[in-house]
């Protein structure tokens, strides 16, 4: 990934020798792009929305926007909204779009943190309160609550089944298999699916570069898989009358994240 790669340059123009081992199969990390919800839809494979990226020291003084090509989409990134307020929050690169995609009717200002300086849409010159000022300390605890929250439900979606690929809990699939198995088929539904059809055996082969035995007992193991997170599902409570309690909170984002970029693509 970036860090990695920029920690091991600058270490080797330090004069120290670097060796750079890289898990996955295919280079940039979590600033990698994938076509893995459906065919003609990229997104991000992890990290996403950031704009300071290409500006920083580093990145302009080893000229890597010359080297590799950046995707920067429309949509910066998209999510659910509360089933309470209904639709889906849409973040485009125009922030005016945005806001008027949202139906916003309030004013918006955003909070420096270094400085705890106010900024206003359209204008780069900062408000700065008191220091002790009432205000400023209601700002700074809304933005905190704020963090704070999306923290912590981002610490509960990433349990271990979303930090690591399912598909690895199959007989003789370590993780360059797990994710080219993932490239190939998205789910392990998917995978169930396709290794029950005519041929699946032989794709299932060919995207995880397995011996047709092997692919035999990986194919006859997935039924089992299922059936054991499915198990798994239900001791968590995750199960019920939720239609999608069938998917991963990883699968669900996906789906949501692909049917959100076919809605703003007017499709």
Sequence with gaps: GPNGLAAAVTLARAGLSVRVYERMTGIGGGASTRESVAPGYWHDSC???????????????????????????EVSFAHPLPAAVGGSGIAYRDLDRTVDALGADVPIVGLAKEDEELYLPGNSTPIRLPKRSDALRLLQRVRDETHRFATTKNQRLRTKENTTLIFERLPGIGPRKAVAILDGFGSLEALAEAVAADGGIERLAKAARLSPEAAAVVARAVPGLLAEREAERKARGETGENPRAGETGTARYETDIARLAREAGGE
């Excluded at 300071?52 to 990145?59: E, I, Q, T, V």
């Design 47 to 73: 990290s996403a929305v950031h704009p300071l990226a290409l500006a920083s020291p580093f990145f302009r003084a080893f000229g890597l926007a010359s080297r590799v090509e950046f995707v920067t989409p």
